[in-house]
């Protein structure tokens, strides 16, 4: 059971914005920072965001990430048909039993 | 380029011990910005972190399977490995085996994955 909470599904119309929200705590999220990471159908994930707002190389500015206290957001604009996939935040919870954590993840359907 | 690829058996009967060895070509394990870690998807759920390990052996487990969990390091080799003792059904899953980043004495981001491998506990 993942101590970050997204909300299951998202979905837009091509072109559209979608965001997606990641709920911790002071132990993770709060005095952390965060990744996001897609994982599109039958392959590995893949590093989307990190250090809250930051993009790898080759990741376009249509993705967006943010963070205000113990949430983050990942936002997508312009959305496309390849952005059909699995999202999921992470993070180091820094509790007595420290840990890397995931999200539950959030499938985003494009309509 | 790194590349990380898993190996290891694609069945394992219950209660047995599940071992996976993860090979890294294109860098080196024993690298001081780095952690290398184990993540494992079960079909059609999300991810989980099982742990992750420094290559001078410091290890960090996810605590709900830390009594069940071994990883260790073999720096002549670059390569690290993964044991899950006492498996049942529900350690099926694709297990994926993968870069941390290194910041504030602990794992961060992973940047590089492995392909993946699943792993079937059945008898």
């Known amino acids: 059971q993942s101590v970050l909470t997204q909300p299951p599904s998202v979905s837009a119309a091509p072109g559209q914005k979608v965001t997606i929200s990641c709920s911790g705590s002071s132990s993770n999220i709060g005095n952390n920072y965060v990744s996001w990471y897609q994982q599109l159908p039958g392959t590995a994930p893949k590093l989307l965001i990190y250090e809250n707002n930051k993009r790898p190389s080759g990741i376009p500015d249509r993705f967006s990430g943010s963070k205000s206290g113990t949430s983050a957001t990942l936002g997508i604009t312009g959305l496309q048909t390849g952005d059909e996939a699995d999202y999921y935040c992470?993070?180091?919870?820094?509790?007595?039993?420290?840990?890397?954590?995931f999200g539950t993840g959030t499938k985003v359907t494009v309509l | 380029q790194l590349q990380l690829q898993e190996s290891g058996p694609g069945l394992v009967k219950p209660s047995e011990t599940l071992s996976l060895t993860c090979t890294v070509s294109g860098g080196s394990i024993s690298s001081s910005s780095y952690y290398w870690g184990w993540i494992r998807q079960p079909p059609g759920k999300g991810l989980e972190w099982i742990g992750s390990?420094?290559?001078?052996?410091?290890?960090y487990y996810n605590p709900s399977l830390k009594s069940r969990v071994t990883i260790s390091v073999d720096t002549s080799k670059n390569q690290f490995s993964l044991k899950l003792s006492s498996v049942t059904a529900a350690d099926t899953a694709v297990y994926y085996c993968?870069?941390?980043?290194?910041?504030?004495?602990?794992?961060?981001?992973?940047?590089?994955w492995g392909q993946g491998t699943l792993v079937t506990v059945s008898s």
């Open positions: 993968a870069r941390h980043i290194l910041r504030w004495l602990h794992p961060t981001r992973i940047d590089y």
């Open positions: 992470g993070t180091w919870d820094s509790s007595l039993s420290a840990c890397y954590v």
């Open positions: 390990i420094y290559y001078s052996g410091s290890t």
